[in-house]
C-alpha cells in the first residue's frame, strides 16, 4: 500500500510538471500541481505520528512556507515569478518532498480514544481557519504572478521619411519602463527602456529599412506579448 501511495503523488506530481513544460491551460496545470502539493504535504505530516489534527496543521504550514520561499526565490532570479515557472517550482518541490517522504518510515497509526477525539473536534475551526488561509494565498499569489493589467497607452506614426520612422507613444495616467521592439527580415532589434509621463507622450527615431514589412511592438521588458503593435508596409 505504501508503494501504491507514493506511485499515484509521483504520477499526479509528474503529470502536473510535463503540464507545465507543454503550456497546457493554466487552470489545469494549478489543479495538477495543487493536489499533488497537497498530497505530498499531507504524506510529510503524517510522518510526526501525531494524529490527524497534527497533521493537517503541519500540511497547512508546510504550503503556505513552501509557496512564500518558491515566490521568493523565483521573483529574485532571472526566471521571475510567473505562473509557469512557480508551477514548475513547486512540482519540483513536490517531487523532492515525496523522496523523502518515501525514504522515512510510516509510524503506527495511534489508537483514537474520546479523550484524544475531544481536543480534535474543539480544534476544526483552526483547522478550517488554515484550510481557508491556504486556498486564499495561493488564489492571490497566482492572480499577483500573473502579467501585469495593460496601462492606458496609445502608439502611432510621427513622420516618416526614408529609413527614418518616428513612433509617439501616449498614457493618459503614466507608465511603468516599457521596451519599443522592431521586426523586419528575420531580425529583431529591442531599443533602450523609456516611461511615458501621465497625459505627456514620448517620441523615438527608428531606423527601418525602405522597403517591406516592420513590426514595431511595445512590451513590458519580461513579457513577450505585445501590449502595443504598429505594422509598416512599404
Do not use: C, K
Amino acid at each position: 500500500m505504501r508503494h501504491l501511495d507514493v506511485i499515484w503523488r509521483g504520477a499526479v506530481i509528474a503529470a502536473a510538471l510535463v503540464a507545465a513544460l507543454l503550456d497546457a491551460p493554466q487552470a489545469l496545470v494549478s489543479l495538477l500541481v495543487a493536489v499533488g502539493l497537497l498530497a505530498v504535504a499531507l504524506q510529510l505530516g503524517r510522518l510526526r505520528g501525531r494524529g490527524a489534527l497534527d497533521t493537517l496543521l503541519v500540511a497547512a504550514g508546510g504550503i503556505l512556507v513552501t509557496l512564500v520561499l518558491a515566490g521568493l526565490v523565483l521573483g529574485s532570479t532571472a526566471l521571475g515569478l510567473h505562473p509557469r515557472t512557480w508551477s514548475i517550482a513547486l512540482a519540483l518541490v513536490s517531487l523532492l518532498g515525496l523522496a523523502v517522504a518515501g525514504r522515512r518510515p510510516r509510524p503506527a497509526r495511534p489508537t483514537v480514544t474520546l479523550a484524544l477525539a475531544a481536543p480534535a473536534l474543539r480544534a476544526l475551526p483552526w483547522v478550517a481557519a488554515s484550510v481557508v488561509v491556504v486556498v486564499v494565498a495561493v488564489t492571490m499569489s497566482l492572480d499577483a504572478s500573473g502579467p501585469p493589467e495593460a496601462p492606458p497607452v496609445q502608439m502611432s506614426f510621427g513622420s516618416i521619411d526614408g529609413t527614418s520612422v518616428q513612433v509617439v507613444v501616449t498614457s493618459a495616467t503614466g507608465t511603468v519602463p516599457l521596451e519599443m521592439r522592431t521586426a523586419s527580415n528575420g531580425s529583431e532589434i529591442s531599443y533602450p527602456l523609456f516611461a511615458v509621463d501621465g497625459g505627456g507622450s514620448r517620441t523615438t527615431t527608428l531606423s527601418l529599412p525602405a522597403s517591406g514589412r516592420t513590426v514595431i511592438t511595445l512590451n513590458y521588458p519580461d513579457q513577450s506579448q505585445p501590449l502595443r503593435s504598429l505594422t509598416l508596409d512599404r
